[in-house]
């Protein structure tokens, strides 16, 4: 399969016209779903921190073009924004935490603001226009809040054109003004896309004072985030376009690339049996053979040990 995806993208139509794929709250470690296809792409990654704003082109990582923006990116403020850094990292962003809600949450000493600090902000269009990018195939986004926004906040022929969507919104009060993922879903519902993933991530209930007193040593923290009952707290969505709304060739052979590297090989059947009808390239036959096989070789290899198990079972 990883073959076959080299060959789509060296095709004529991503020589002239590379994927370009969007990455907010770049943690610096490639995104898993892009290792097959970063050597045929530009990646726009974003990287919020306290030096001047300028845009760096890495010519020399894993992709083909990588151009990393050392700025918090925001759905409108160009110039300057408080920035809340956090006890951990991870929970740090241009939103205040909610702090009040947050209390009855185990994890919400993560949230606690060591510092606030300035910095440079710049929006998602101008950062397109300074890379002088006119599109964008795949956008992914976990900016603590504001994912919704920011995907709104781009330009409407640009945000049309959007292959895969991914965000990470909350689900429960984490951050002042956030955007919630059940208003991220209603959205999205009326849009060409469908819902590909939804993995539910959370912690556990229980309040910072009870924490103190049941698990005071960061061990017992650990065992309780364990034993006790995770309730949902945020999601990572992933959404990827219809294939009605896939209306050219280009679109359709990516289409499959990113149905490919995701696993939803049954949808990559369907785009590369509109890809047969609409277009005489060649690689249509062979993108959808190559899904059905796909299809074919994961139910066997799934259903390889139930059918084992249920051998010995028998034997018993």
């Not at 650990?222 to 990572?236: D, F, R």
Request: aromatic residues 10%.
């Amino acid at each position: 399969m990883k073959s076959l995806i080299h060959k789509v993208l060296e095709s004529p139509e991503f020589v002239e016209k590379p994927p370009v794929l969007i990455d907010v709250g770049a943690s610096g470690a490639i995104h898993s779903y892009w290792q097959t296809i970063a050597r045929h792409s530009i990646c726009l990654a974003f990287d919020a921190d306290d030096r001047e704003l300028r845009v760096d082109e890495k010519g020399s990582s894993a992709f083909k073009k990588l151009l990393v923006f050392n700025s918090l990116v925001h759905p409108e403020v160009e110039g300057e924004l408080d920035f809340y850094l956090t006890k951990s990292p991870f929970c740090s962003g241009a939103l205040p935490p909610d702090n009040k809600s947050l209390n009855d949450w185990a994890f919400g000493d993560k949230f606690d603001i060591v510092k606030t600090v300035k910095l440079k902000s710049i929006t998602l269009n101008s950062a397109l226009n300074r890379a002088n990018i006119e599109y964008v195939d795949w956008f992914k986004t976990d900016s603590q809040g504001l994912d919704l926004n920011l995907y709104l906040s781009m330009a409407e022929n640009i945000r049309r054109n959007i292959l895969l969507a991914e965000f990470e919104p909350g689900i429960i009060d984490a951050y002042q003004g956030e955007d919630k993922m059940f208003v991220t879903m209603q959205y999205m519902a009326a849009q060409p896309y469908w819902l590909a993933e939804l993995k539910i991530k959370g912690s556990q209930k229980i309040s910072r004072d009870e924490l103190e007193l049941i698990a005071n040593t960061p061990l017992r923290r650990k065992l309780l985030s364990y034993s006790h009952k995770t309730s949902p707290g945020w999601g990572e969505m992933l959404y990827i376009q219809n294939i009605s709304a896939m209306e050219d060739r280009r679109s359709l052979l990516l289409g499959w690339v990113f149905a490919a590297v995701t696993g939803q090989y049954g949808f990559g059947i369907e785009i590369a049996k509109k890809g047969c009808i609409l277009s005489n390239n060649l690689l249509f036959p062979e993108l959808l053979q190559a899904s059905r096989e796909a299809v074919t070789k994961l139910s066997f290899r799934r259903l390889l040990p139930v059918i084992i198990q249920k051998i010995q079972s028998l034997i018993k």
